[in-house]
């Protein structure tokens, strides 16, 4: 084993990255090595009472880096002062592509030991301990399909014919507290709940997620765990300067998913908006790729038709998934009226267990049939590739209206579900169900 001088020991406190409420070591070696010099070296040093604290000091961080990788929170907590170890149950979450040290070879037998059946909190879609974005554009419906499921998790009903496990929901109403209130109040009379006996607990207005998530972690352990947590808005809870940036963004979704090690391993869905100008098949949360490598999946809305479409696009962890429809109603109670006494209206989702998109009757001028025979043709295209092809079926016609054309056929070819889009590319659906009742298309 190497020997670390006295003079070098400083060292051991940037490897161990340690702060106020986790530690994390960066390799366990080095506790071994600080144990080596403590016992080896030390001993026979003079030291001043300067440096004998400051190798103290180092002993502290050493004992508290070995309590970290032996998972002994209770004894962290109390090396570190704390007086619960609660706060250190936060250290765990990782993102999306976290890269963990080497974990060494592992047989096919130990290999498959590890396999954890998905815990789906909405069945098929959303499962408990991941986190996913809601990426859609203003006035789709973000707010009212959130409202929509949490209700579903506390009455415990189905939604789009879907299992919802019953629970406690989280509901953090960031970007406009108010209105989630008249929704809310708006949904208790159209539902026939009581909201004083609804399991559901909010969080008004806004604050910084890792600055106050011992605080919240706390107060969720002391209702006794949750199983939901919405996030109304990303938006309204980023903390940084430049909200298309992907860096920060990157960040941002990291501390939201410390949300998903909250008791009770909640599944968390936080509502985004899409990047500028976004294309209704192309929707990504601001920040992209970045926010979207930290979640475990990008749900969208769109749309369809006389309703909205709940799927996925980029990624989505795990199966996928028929969409669920809902449908938008303006509703009023009696409960929600203004200073003079008048009903105040406000936007609620009902899911649509059954309801599919019908075929649109296609004319000569639109018809999207030769759109689809392209790219029946070739399996699978980018829509660069798709585009230029169907331009160059039309010799005839002028390229940036064809190019137009293209565009509204290809929006309304992904509203009937007779094309899908796998990452960059666009492809015919595999309708082919497997045993669960899962599409098994387009799988990460």
Known sequence: MPRMPATDTVHLEEAYHFNAEAAYPTSPHLSRILDDWQATEAPNRVLTPEQDAQNERHRKIGRMGRLALEGDLGALAAEMGLKSPLPLRLAAPKPANDNSPYPGIVSSADFVKGFVPPDYHLDGVAQAGFIYALTASTGTGKTAVMLALTSSTALGTALCGQDVRKGRVLYLAGENPDDVRMRWLAMAHHQGFDPADMDVHFIPGTFSVPGVIERVSAD?????GVDLVIVDTSAAYFQGDDENGNTPLGKHARELRQLCALPGRPAVVVACHPTKNAD????????GGAFIAEVDGNLTLTKADSRVKLHWQVKHRGADFAPLYFALDTVTAPTLVDSKGRLVPTVMAVGMADWKPQPGKATKSESWESALAIL??????????????????????????????????RAKLLDLEKVVVDGDLFRLPDTTPDTSGHVQTGVQ
């Open 220 to 224: 969720v352990e002391r209702l006794g």
């Open 280 to 287: 209704p098949a192309n929707l990504q949360p601001r920040g």
């Open 376 to 409: 029946t043709a070739a399996g699978s295209m980018s829509e660069h590739e798709w585009c230029a092809a169907y331009i160059a079926s039309e010799p005839e016609g002028n390229a940036d209206s064809v190019a137009r054309k293209f565009r509204r056929h």
